[in-house]
């Protein structure tokens, strides 16, 4: 059963146990409330009556009694049968009853019955009759209106209830329909860019949706990246495989001397330890795109750790080259170290790598509009400016580069790394003349 229905339910049935409950209370009530016997209230009206009876100067005096009172009817004659006073009942005429004092009689008149009961007050001067009548079954009478008019409520109350309900359920139902049948067309057309987007409804299903949301984008980055880690792996691996491959297949058929192994071997080692380190750029860029390893930021000096940073690097190759800093004191940031060396790193092993061969290198770290700049500069042969934007992409290498033992990971890596600190990468080059890398994230103010 579906949970607006099961709320429908529940909410009719409690109303519909509180009626009941609330009938059963007004039955109990009532009966508390009248005299089991309508006999013996008759006999009280009465006398209440008679104890409000006055005569100023010899005439009667009505403004205390009650010719009605909880169902009973009251009139007032004098000694000679004349009515003084009475309730304007047409279908109740009793004054051929012949008066009795303090007895209770039952009459009929129409196809009713009563208790009748007559009551002489002695007032020394004259005498009043009151006679009280009321009807056998009066208490019954109220009981069963209550009972009749509670069959006819109460099936309209529950209807009403249960429309209003299953409205009301379903309209606040509505957005969970939502977020059920986006999952499902993700599911079915396998399409993870598909969001469920909710603006409207109770605050808790958009909470819902919106945790839906961010795991449908989480879950995309990662298939995507899986992807791209397969057909990047699959495409890079290829080259050193069939050279491997190729070198087994020259070593067996052509390989005579321990020395000519030993070359084979080598030529091998050297494609495998390439291939190990492909693998580990590979997983490290893909874990960032993933986000799967957490890399937490801390706020901390920058200033301080890209100096620190500069001072322990050592360029593989340095070829004739010098290097010298220009960074600005006391930047704070949120970072992660690790993550940051990388960059510093990546950055200055490239202008080792792709600078002029006993130029310079400048790394410079300065504020920039509430931002910390991070540059590395070098006056190299520069970048083709139709190669400006595909350096940032993966694998990408100029075919001068090819040789220089790099895997073309370096500078996507350096830019998923800004992602990650909410900031962005560019550079500027001149060819002939030297390239520039900027690096810029949110620095504190
Ligand atoms: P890798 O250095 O492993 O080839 P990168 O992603 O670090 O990969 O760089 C991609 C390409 O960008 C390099 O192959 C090179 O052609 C070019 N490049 C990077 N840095 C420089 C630089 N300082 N000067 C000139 N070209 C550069």
Request: with cysteine.
């Amino acid at each position: 059963m579906s949970a607006k229905m099961r709320l429908t339910l529940w909410v009719t049935f409690m109303v519909m146990l509180v009626s009941v409950m609330v009938l059963v209370f007004i039955l109990v009530m009532n009966r508390h409330s009248l005299p089991e016997d309508p006999a013996s209230y008759l006999v009280d009206v009465v006398i209440d009556n008679a104890n409000d009876i006055e005569f100023d100067r010899g005439t009667f005096e009505w403004d205390e009694l009650s010719v009605y009172k909880r169902g009973v009817y009251c009139s007032f004659y004098n000694t000679e049968g004349e009515l003084l006073l009475s309730a304007n009942k047409e279908d109740m005429d009793f004054s051929n009853v012949p008066f009795k004092s303090n007895q209770i009689r039952t009459v009929r008149s129409g196809d009713k019955d009563f208790y009748l009961y007559d009551l002489y007050v002695d007032m020394e001067v004259s005498g009043v009759w009151i006679r009280g009548v009321v009807l056998t079954d009066s208490h019954i009478g109220i009981t069963d209106t209550i009972m009749r008019l509670t069959l006819i409520l109460l099936p309209l109350i529950l209807i009403v209830t249960f429309l209003g309900a299953l409205l009301i359920s379903s309209r606040t139902f509505k957005p969970m329909e939502k977020i059920v049948d986006t999952a499902n067309s993700i599911n079915d057309a396998d399409d993870l860019t598909d969001r469920i987007n909710l603006k409207h409804g109770p605050k808790e299903f958009r909470q819902l949706a919106g945790a839906f949301d961010r795991m449908f984008e989480r879950l995309e980055k990662i298939f995507d990246a899986e992807r791209q880690f397969t057909s990047d792996a699959s495409h890079e691996l290829r080259t050193p495989t069939a050279i491997i491959l190729a070198e087994c297949d020259r070593a067996k058929r052509k390989a005579k001397t321990a020395e000519d192994y030993r070359e084979s071997i080598d030529h091998i080692a050297e494609q495998g330890e390439r291939m190990s380190d492909l693998i580990e750029e590979l997983l490290g860029i893909t874990r960032l795109q993933q986000g799967t390893e957490r890399y937490p930021l801390r706020k901390a000096d920058l200033s301080e750790f890209v100096t620190v940073t500069a001072e322990e690097f050592v360029p593989a190759d340095d070829r004739g080259m010098h290097m010298d800093t220009e960074i600005e004191e006391g930047i704070m940031c949120s970072f992660n170290a690790s993550l940051m060396s990388r960059v510093i790193y990546n950055l200055l092993q490239n202008a080792y790598k792709y600078g002029r061969e006993n130029g310079y290198i400048r790394l410079a770290l300065r504020r920039d509009e509430g931002r910390a700049l991070l540059s590395v500069k070098d006056n190299g042969p520069g970048i083709a400016p139709e190669n400006m934007d595909r350096i940032w992409q993966r694998f990408w290498q100029a075919d001068e580069s090819r040789g220089s033992g790099g895997s073309g990971l370096g500078l996507a890596m350096v830019k998923e790394i800004a992602e990650l600190h909410g900031g962005s990468v560019w550079a500027e080059s001149t060819p002939g003349k030297g390239s520039e890398f900027y690096f810029s994230i949110p620095a504190e103010v």
